[in-house]
């Protein structure tokens, strides 16, 4: 129930750790520059819920890995952000 929703987040999750870890504990910052010559890192973007009792709740977006900024990811983070919307108005 949406009662029962204490927050929710958007989230980029470290693809290296997807399925390895509790959902989201290893976390990417969006619009984080990278040093020149660096690996950018590969994420999943979801949603963070985690309700009054403590359970978090992922909501993974992301059907494949992407690269921070690019195409895939911006339509990703587009999705997720419309779907948190959709959230955020039922638990008020």
Do not use: W
Not at 45 to 55: A, E, N, P, S
Not at 81 to 92: D, F
């Amino acid at each position: 129930m949406y009662s029962d929703i204490l927050k929710c987040s958007i989230q980029n999750e470290d693809a290296n750790f997807k399925g390895k870890t509790k959902p989201f504990t290893h976390t990417i910052l969006g619009q984080t520059p990278f040093m020149a010559g660096a690996i950018e890192p590969m994420m999943y973007v979801g949603i963070k819920l985690t309700l009054k009792d403590g359970t978090v709740l992922p909501i993974y977006v992301s059907k494949k890995k992407a690269l921070l900024n690019s195409d895939m990811y911006l339509s990703d983070l587009k999705e997720t952000k419309s779907i948190l919307l959709k959230i955020q108005e039922r638990i008020g």
